[in-house]
Every structure is written in C-alpha cells, then in structure tokens.
C-alpha cells in the first residue's frame, strides 16, 4: 500500500509540470502559431489556431526524412490531430508525405484544387489512385475561390485553385479591390518548362485580427498576373510566403509588390528556389522589413542571401567558407528533392496577435524579431 502511495505521488509529480505546460499553452493561445517545416525545396507549413485547430499545408517529400521533421514539429507543437490538411498541388515535393503522415495521425478534412494536370505522368497516376485511400472516411473539398475554410478563430478565403483566381475583394481587406498599377509593365515569362501542375496550385489569404498571411504553393508567374490583374483582389498581407520556393518562375514584382508583405519567408533548397531574380524583386519590394529564408542560398550567394542569422538551415561551415573565399568545392550529395540533406533541420515559428503584430523565430539559432502593429 505505502509502495502504491509512493508510486502515486512520483507520478503525480511528473505528471503536474507537465499538466502546467498544457495548461499554459492554452491559457497563452492567443497568438495564431505558424511553423514553416524545413523540406529542402518543398513545402510543409503548419498552423495552429488560438482555439488549437490545426492546418498542415503540404507534406514535404517521400521518405523518413522530411516524414520525420513533419512529425518533429507536429509533436513540438503538441498536435495529435490534423483538422486541415491542404494539398496546394500535385507534386512530390508536396504530397511526398501525406499517406505516412496519414497513417499516424487523424486527419479530419483534405483539400486540394481538384484532379491533376499531370494525370498521365506515372508518379501521378500512383498517387492519385493512393489518394482516395488516404482520405478514406474523412471529409474532402476541392477548392473554389472565394469559398472560406473554417479554421476557428480566422477567416481563410480561398483565391486560387485549378488556375481560377478570385476576382470578388476580399471583404475589409486593406488595399483589396483597387486596380494594380503595376500589371502595365509585367513581362510574361516563356513557360514551356514549367511544370502545370505548378499553374493550378490551390492557395488562400489567412486573416486573423489585423494580421494578413498568405499561401499560394507554387502558383506561376503567368498566373499571378491573372490573379492580380487589373485589379487587385487580396490586398495586402504582412507575411508571405515565396510563391514556388522563390524560383524564377513564380514571384513575380506585379505579384509581390503589390501585396506589400512586410516580411517574406522563403521555402527553397540550398539548389533549388533563391533564384537571383527572386531576391531582386524582394529586395525592391516597397515596405518589406526583412527576407527570413528555410535555407542559405547557393545561386544567391554572399550578395542576395539574407544576413545568416535569418537562415534557419546553413550548408556546413566549411562549404560557406570556401564560398566566402571563392574557391569552388563541389556540390554535397543531393537528398530528395535535388538538395543537400542536413541533420538537425530547424523552422521558423510565427506567432501573430490580432493587432496585427507578430514574432519570427529562428529554431536554429533561437533569434527572434517582433514586427509591430502598424499605426
Ligand atoms: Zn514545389
């Protein structure tokens, strides 16, 4: 009996610290929580409502690794369910990890912007005869725009999916509605390389009080001008995310200038995404406080690549030296999804309060930075 007194109080004891943490995440849950997980060139985005509801936007790629970086943080974040879960498009560094995850954790309702461009490519045959397994019972909605997502305690407006873009405003959204000056001096971009599934990529404006973020996977640069063309229907958005891991092809200044982020986090690979262009555009983004970037660069270099204290995952120190000193080394093995594979992999947590103001932080490094509430 003393024995199974004792046992009790040890277990009581280990058990209230940890009771006491729950309890302080929730009673601190007021802050909308967005974790950009690292895929090395893919996507793999999740947010955390106030009220606890989850989103996972993307899956990374197939394998342990990014599986368990997705579940990594999945567990950091003290999730064992997935209310969303969005498809953006139909490529591997996107749904690589869907069924596993699937198989770990209840997933209550898919999204994803219909059936595939690409249904004659073998891999998407595979997946799409997968896909119907993986949601099973669960709920599932291909999205239109305008439809809303009900993500508790934010407004989710769809914008884009299967290349139809919302034309209606956003409601009260700031700047929505009003023609974009700068769709007179777009270039279209020759495109016959592009991937299509790329073009049809479901995407959506977050909104929670003052604090506007959005998500369009690896919407085109065509795309973006039919999006944001002649008028502009978003607005504008405090944080964004890269359109297509800041490849050239995507991440267009009639796009992205005329959202007006504040701060930009981009999803590339240390090969793949932080394209030249890309950083050039941001760099002459009207209002863009700073660039926060899931990997260093290597087409950017010492000249584009954000300072490194905003770089969540850097190549080894001896590869940056050697860059920093110009002698060429050779590349490091590719992973999946053609990029170096690093061990640990760290994010980048955001957590944003409805006045509109909200902190970055750098997982790797522990660095923080909070960005305002305009006036
Ligand atoms: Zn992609």
Redesign the pocket.
């Known amino acids: 009996m003393r024995r199974m007194l004792t046992l009790l109080i040890v277990l009581a004891m280990v058990a209230m610290p940890l009771a006491t943490l729950s309890g302080q995440t929730r009673a601190a849950g007021k802050t909308l929580d967005i974790y950009y997980i690292d895929t090395e060139?893919?996507?793999a985005t999740l947010f955390v409502s106030p009220a606890g509801q989850t989103l996972l936007v993307?899956t990374g790629n197939s394998g342990e690794r990014d599986l368990n970086r997705i579940l990594d943080v999945l567990k950091t974040a003290g999730v064992t369910k997935l209310d969303h879960l969005w498809l953006?498009?139909y490529?591997g560094?996107?749904y690589g990890s869907m069924a596993e995850i699937a198989k770990r954790i209840p997933v209550a309702h898919f999204y994803d912007h219909g059936r595939s461009i690409e249904s004659d490519r073998p891999n998407i045959i595979a997946f799409e005869k997968l896909y119907p397994e993986i949601i099973g019972k669960s709920a599932h909605t291909a999205v239109k725009p305008g439809d809303k997502i009900a993500f508790a305690g934010t407004d989710v407006t769809v914008v884009a999916s299967n290349s139809t873009f919302l034309k209606t405003p956003i409601a009260k959204a700031p700047g929505a509605g009003r023609p974009n000056p700068l769709c007179a001096s777009h270039k279209p971009r020759d495109e016959s390389k592009v991937d299509p599934d790329?073009h049809y990529s479901a995407g959506f404006v977050m909104q929670f009080g003052a604090f506007r973020t959005i998500d369009l996977?690896?919407l085109t640069w065509s795309r973006e001008f039919e999006l944001m063309c002649p008028n502009n229907p978003i607005g504008t958005v405090d944080l964004y995310l890269t359109n297509?891991?800041g490849?050239d092809q995507s991440g267009s200044a009639a796009f992205v200038h005329a959202i007006h982020p504040r701060v930009a986090i981009m999803?590339n690979g240390t090969r793949?995404g932080g394209a030249v262009q890309t950083f050039e555009i941001l760099e002459t983004s009207p209002g863009l406080e700073d660039l926060w970037q899931l990997h260093w660069s290597y087409a950017g270099a010492v000249e584009h690549n954000t300072p490194g204290v905003k770089i969540a995952n850097l190549d080894d120190a001896a590869q940056l030296a050697a860059i920093v000193s110009g002698i060429q080394t050779p590349a490091p093995p590719a992973g999946p999804g053609g990029n170096a594979a690093h061990s640990p992999a760290y994010y980048f947590k955001v957590s944003a309060s409805t006045d509109g103001s909200f902190t970055v932080t750098n997982s790797r490094n522990g660095y923080s930075k909070t960005y305002a509430a305009r006036q």
Do not use: A, I, P, R
Request: a negative charge.
């Open positions: 060139g893919g996507q993307d953006t498009h490529h560094d996107h790329n996977g690896d297509h891991h490849l999803n793949k």
